[in-house]
C-alpha cells in the first residue's frame, strides 16, 4: 500500500479522527485528515510504501526507518548528555 491509496479513508474520516504516519529524520508522525493532507504528504515525501502497525495505530514507512533511527540515536545522546525534560 502506499500513502496516495489512503485518500477515500481519509476523506471518510469523522470529525476529531486522523490517520498518523511517520516522518522522516525525526520521531514524529504526520496527521492526515483529508484528501488534501494526504496530497500535500505525497508532494512532500513522495507516494512511499506504507505498513499499518496495528499495536500503535500508526503506518510505518520503511524508507524512513534509517533517517528515523538515526535522529532516535541522536536524541538518546542528547538526552544522556544533557537531560530531559
Do not use: W
Amino acid at each position: 500500500m502506499h500513502v496516495r491509496d489512503l485518500r477515500e479513508e481519509a476523506n471518510s474520516l469523522e470529525c476529531g479522527f486522523f490517520i498518523r504516519v511517520e516522518l522522516p529524520n525525526t520521531d514524529a508522525y504526520r496527521l492526515l485528515q483529508s484528501a488534501e493532507d494526504v496530497e500535500t504528504f505525497v508532494v512532500q515525501h513522495g507516494n512511499v510504501e506504507v505498513e499499518f502497525d496495528e499495536a500503535c495505530r500508526v503506518f510505518r514507512v520503511p524508507t524512513f526507518k534509517v533517517g528515523r533511527d538515526e535522529a532516535n540515536r541522536l536524541k538518546t545522546e542528547y538526552c544522556k548528555r544533557y537531560g530531559s525534560n
